[in-house]
């Protein structure tokens, strides 16, 4: 009896290895992709705040700030606030951010420019720390895909 249930286990065992690595493998996969995403309007999503957040600038150039839930979808703002400030730092912009349409949007557009440094300031929650993001926003249009160089995701040098 012993030998018979020490038999089984050693074939359940060997029924489970060969099935470890591929599961592995497949999480790494879905998780480089994950971060290489860019956001519902074709914007950069921000990681470093819960929930992360796509940055985008809309045609008009204010900035738009859409939360992102699980699913990469856009989840309407609670209690997150944001605020930026932009440009040359001779001639920064501050801009507010207000609720509307589902997403945070700025009071005044970006500064003038293809290449505009940014600090983005966010609070989860009026409890949380303040998260800063800095970045230099690039217009320029990417060479490979659709997206402004901004929230390119492609696999090239910026
Ligand atoms: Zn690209």
Not at 43 to 67: A, L, Q
Not at 82 to 97: L, N, Q, W
């Amino acid at each position: 009896m012993k030998t018979l249930l020490s038999l089984s286990m050693a074939v359940l065992g060997f029924a489970l290895i060969p099935a470890l690595p591929a599961a592995e493998k497949e999480k790494h996969h879905s998780h480089d992709h994950e971060k290489r995403e860019s956001g519902p309007n074709g914007g950069r999503v921000v990681f470093s705040v819960e929930p992360h957040f796509e940055f985008f600038v809309m045609p008009d150039r204010k900035v738009k700030i859409t939360f992102l839930g699980e699913d990469k979808k856009a989840i309407a703002p609670t209690d997150q606030t944001v605020s930026a400030i932009s440009g040359k730092r001779s001639k920064p912009t501050k801009m507010e951010f207000t609720r509307e349409a589902g997403a945070l949007v700025s009071d005044k557009p970006l500064p003038e420019g293809e290449r505009v440094p940014i600090v983005l300031r966010v609070k989860a929650s009026p409890d949380a720390k303040t998260v800063t993001e800095k970045f230099t926003v690039d217009m320029a249009d990417c060479a490979e895909c659709d997206l402004k160089e901004y929230a390119c995701v492609c696999d090239h040098e910026h």
